[in-house]
């Protein structure tokens, strides 16, 4: 892509909010397809429902829940994504104050303290997930059963704080 | 108070200990709550927090409108619309800066996100600032300040998210937001004036100008027949502003395959910075909403408006003390959090005020005008230290850039701000101009 | 002892000015101040939610729809969501809670709170701006946005397509011609501005569904209260709770149609749609009743609901 004027020769656009580039390992690789995939079909839910109510009169009864479960699976697909980039957001407003060695000492202890709400999280939702599965816990039109989100909630919790210890500091 | 001035106090040391906001919002609301009420309770109401936001129905704006952004961005459409406006002043001493400011408005119309508008465009337009010789200092105050109008040009997801809280109309809060927004455009403008006039080393003196290229043109066409076709859409009745975040993205997505700027790897990328951008938005709704379940819990809100009710001011007082309650939380809130935390709290006690003036006769156009008010005050305390989230997201994206140099080139937009804050509270009709 | 209760209707819904602030003041009055409830400005958690909060002591008290999820756990609260059970909200939420409360054993539904209430609304409506529903076959091809699996059984069985969303929703699609009508209450057409996007409203006798609600405190918390206390909020919670709460509903419903006042036509469906909806609803009943097994009776408990409201006879 060749262009003139002030950008000619910039890098491409990275938009992402995150301190390092997206990882090329094979897990990171799978969850991000699902969730590429997640994001076509919450954009392709919208449009059969859109355009099926007025080219077919036929609106899709199941759009709102299934746009409800397709956003809940996409989001804790990608939490372990944005955990590895170092993708969410900190202040490191006083952080020049310190010496390097603290510093990195910091980081290592804000991961770790980090992981450990991820764990509390990942258990609750595993206590909601047995809790769903003895109700009988399903959506009001699909009847999709909810136990299995509550799940896959835990596992994404899970997996992102196994990833916020075990991340490095860039030098 | 004392136990939620307490518990904010922690939060901030935690979070200036590099502990992610969404964790130390979480943590801070986790404990506070136990110890208020119980580990049983507060585990079974963070895990709730956690599901349930998930399955927010109207947070699927988030990552449709992100991906929206993130298509046109990566098929180069941000950037022709850079060199675009960067054509308008290119021979204006800050003209590159200014320029900034006109495209990050433009980004705004097809951009639902605030963070997602100040990432995008820092990558799009620091470094043709750096190469220039712009101060650093300029350069991301404009990005960081351009970003926030991306929650007051429509579409936004802080103003569905207002409105849904309040049961107002979206599409009015939408049609409310674009004159406001506009005037913010002209605020930074004149506020990157002002401050080259007060420090001409900030930006270089003028240099050559390249003409239109037929990319730019094409840029600029394609961001305003995306922005017709979500305001034709929802105005038309075609789709609900929620609905409009799906149809948008399909339709960034023709637009690009059609104007061939988007190759595979720039898709493939557009769609994971999607997913991790949403995932940290996420996990901030996530962290605030256990915070602000703590601080409900420990009487805030109630103490807020009960302090606001008890000063027997008149009106017009009131609007003001709410706002100035906005500004000092805005200091130290995320927008998402203060917006779910205050709105149900300051919007009943808001509706039943008579200001007076008759284009505010109608409690609608009070919910209207004040949607607009808020909005503006969490613009501002996007860029409001010690906790300012977009200029938080430059730092994440422009590493060797410090903090401090980019809240010292944000405080001239902060000004302008605060005027136009001042301009909308005064003038009702520039936000009911367009809904009436 | 402060009792927290956590509220996620509008501060200014008419149930929670009507209903449930008054019933917390009058909680402080018959324990001599000894209990108080606060009501907090922000719910702490989703309305889904509400239930679970109140067993696991998010807050104290909380109250909700049965209906919110669908599980197995508040099956046999459904004998208050079916047509055709009364118009009346006072007479519904007594019969709610003397039968569903009482043979149908609400408590064991309910486990890990107390009961202070259940309750129903006014009659279900079906509104809708494309025209006046005067056969079966009217409805055929309309888009409904229906509350609940049972509407929308009952209204597909005269194939109108319905459609699931929540109620805030219903004013952004409904003014945009997205879906044709919605199952709601009088109350429903000025609390969601829907006003103005609404031509028919047709009425069935009875109503053509109803919402059950449930209003319960944490039963620990509950069991840490002195006796005389329990006895005390007891006596004004359950039937006079029901009583109070469904007075509020019927008040909202009187002042919601003089606000929509000719706006809409209001009309009595005809004996033709009548029989239809009957016979649909029969099946979904029975099955209803079925799938309850042999310990509970719900064909009995449906008759005598609709004994007690008045509408039986029919
Ligand atoms: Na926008
Ligand atoms: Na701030």
């Known amino acids: 892509m060749s262009r003139s004027g002030p950008m000619a020769g910039d890098p491409p656009p990275d938009m992402i909010p995150g301190r390092s580039q997206h990882r090329q390992a094979g897990w990171y690789r799978l969850l991000a397809g699902i969730a590429a995939l997640l994001i076509m079909m919450l954009i392709g839910v919208t449009c059969v429902d859109v355009i099926g109510r007025y080219l077919l009169n036929r609106p899709f009864g199941g759009a709102y829940e299934l746009t409800q479960m397709l956003l809940a699976a996409l989001v804790f697909m990608a939490l372990p994504l944005t955990s590895a980039d170092g993708g969410h957001v900190e202040v490191d407003l006083a952080l020049h104050l310190f010496p390097r060695g603290f510093q990195r000492l910091l980081g290592r202890l804000a991961g770790l303290v980090s992981a450990v709400v991820l764990v509390y999280f990942a258990w609750r939702l595993i206590e909601i997930g047995l809790d769903q599965l003895r109700g009988g816990t399903r959506s009001a039109s699909l009847a999709l059963p909810m136990a299995p989100l509550a799940f896959l909630a835990a596992a994404s919790c899970a997996v992102s704080a196994l990833v916020m210890v075990l991340r490095r500091e860039e030098p | ?436 | 002892e402060e009792l927290i209760m956590s509220s996620w209707l509008p501060p200014k819904h008419p149930i929670v000015v009507n209903a449930f602030e008054p019933w917390a003041k009058e909680v402080e009055k018959v324990t001599g101040g000894r209990v108080t409830v606060k009501i907090m400005g922000k719910p702490l958690g989703s309305p889904p939610a509400h239930f679970d909060m109140a067993r696991d002591g998010i807050a104290d008290i909380t109250y909700g729809l049965h209906s919110f999820t669908e599980d197995d756990r508040f099956k046999r609260a459904r004998l208050g969501q079916f047509s055709f059970l009364g118009d009346d909200a006072v007479a519904n939420s007594k019969a709610y809670w003397t039968i569903y409360g009482g043979k149908l054993d609400a408590a064991s539904e309910h486990k890990g709170t107390h009961l202070l209430g259940l309750f129903m609304h006014g009659p279900g409506l079906l509104h809708n701006n494309k025209r006046k529903i005067e056969k079966p076959d009217d409805m055929a091809g309309l888009k409904l946005r229906v509350p609940g699996g049972y509407v929308g059984d009952l209204v597909s069985s005269l194939k109108a397509t319905p459609l699931f969303m929540s109620s805030p929703e219903v004013y952004e699609k409904l003014s945009r011609g997205v879906i044709d009508g919605v199952a709601f209450t009088y109350e429903a057409m000025t609390a969601f501005n829907l006003v103005d996007y609404i031509k028919y409203s047709m009425t069935v006798p009875g109503g053509i569904y109803n919402t059950t609600w449930f209003f319960v405190i944490n039963e620990g918390k509950w069991n840490s209260l002195s006796e005389k206390d329990r006895a005390a909020i007891d006596a004004i919670s359950g039937e006079a709770f029901a009583e109070r709460v469904g007075q509020a509903w019927n008040n909202a419903d009187v002042v919601a149609k003089e606000k929509v006042g000719d706006k809409v036509l209001f009309y009595k469906a005809g004996p033709e749609v009548v029989a239809a909806l009957r016979e649909a609803a029969a099946g979904l009943e029975k099955t209803w009743a079925d799938s309850l097994g042999n310990d509970y009776d719900g064909a009995a408990a449906l008759a005598e609901f609709r004994q007690m409201t008045g509408v039986g006879s029919e």
Request: with cysteine; proline share 5%.
């Open chain 2, 1 to 436: 108070m004392t136990i939620s001035l307490i518990a904010f106090a922690i939060l901030l040391v935690l979070v200036f200990a590099r502990i992610p906001i969404a964790f130390a919002m979480a943590l801070v609301g986790g404990v506070g709550f136990a110890l208020l009420r119980g580990w049983g309770p507060a585990g079974a109401m963070v895990g709730n927090a956690v599901f349930e936001t998930g399955l927010n129905y109207s947070l699927s704006v988030v990552p449709l409108f992100i991906f929206m952004g993130n298509v046109l961005a990566g098929s180069g459409i941000a950037q022709g619309l850079f060199s675009a406006a960067d054509r308008v002043f290119g021979r204006m001493r800050g003209g590159l800066a200014m320029a900034t400011v006109l495209s990050c408005g433009g980004f705004s119309a097809v951009c639902g996100s605030s963070l997602a508008t100040a990432a995008t465009m820092s990558k799009v337009t620091m470094p043709s600032m750096r190469r220039f010789g712009y101060a650093d200092s300029l350069a991301t105050g404009a990005i960081a300040a351009g970003g926030t109008l991306g929650i007051l040009i429509p579409p936004s997801v802080v103003l569905i998210i207002f409105g849904l809280l309040t049961e107002a109309d979206i599409g009015k809060l939408f049609l409310a937001g674009i004159i406001p927004g506009v005037v913010g455009i002209v605020g930074h403008l004149l506020a990157v004036m002002v401050a080259v006039r007060l420090n001409p080393e900030q930006a270089p003196p003028v240099r050559e100008v390249h003409p239109m290229t037929r990319r730019d043109a094409i840029s600029v066409a394609a961001v305003l027949a995306l922005f017709a076709f979500i305001m034709t859409g929802i105005y038309g009745g075609l789709f609900t502003p929620i609905e409009a975040a799906g149809m948008g993205a399909a339709a960034a997505l023709v637009i690009a395959f059609a104007t061939g700027g988007l190759t595979r790897a720039a898709l493939w990328r557009a769609f994971l910075d999607s997913a991790t951008a949403s995932a940290m938005i996420f996990a901030i709704i996530i962290g605030a909403e256990i915070f602000s379940n703590f601080v409900t819990f420990a009487g805030l809100p109630g103490s807020l408006s009960a302090m606001v009710e008890n000063l027997g001011l008149s009106p017009w007082a009131v609007l003001l003390a709410i706002v100035l309650i906005y500004i000092v939380l805005g200091c130290f809130l995320e927008s998402l959090s203060m917006i779910l935390l205050t709105v149900p709290v300051f919007y009943p006690l808001v509706s039943e005020l008579d200001f007076g003036l008759a284009i505010l006769q109608d409690p609608d156009a009070v919910l209207i005008w004040f949607a607009i008010i808020v909005v503006v005050v969490t613009e501002i305390s996007l860029i409001t230290p010690p906790i300012g989230m977009n200029v938080f997201v430059l730092r994440s994206v422009l590493p060797d850039v410090p903090l401090r140099t980019i809240f010292r080139g944000v405080y001239v937009f902060w000004m302008a701000d605060i005027v136009r804050l001042a301009l909308i509270i005064g003038l009702p009709v520039l936000s009911l101009y367009l809904v009436t």
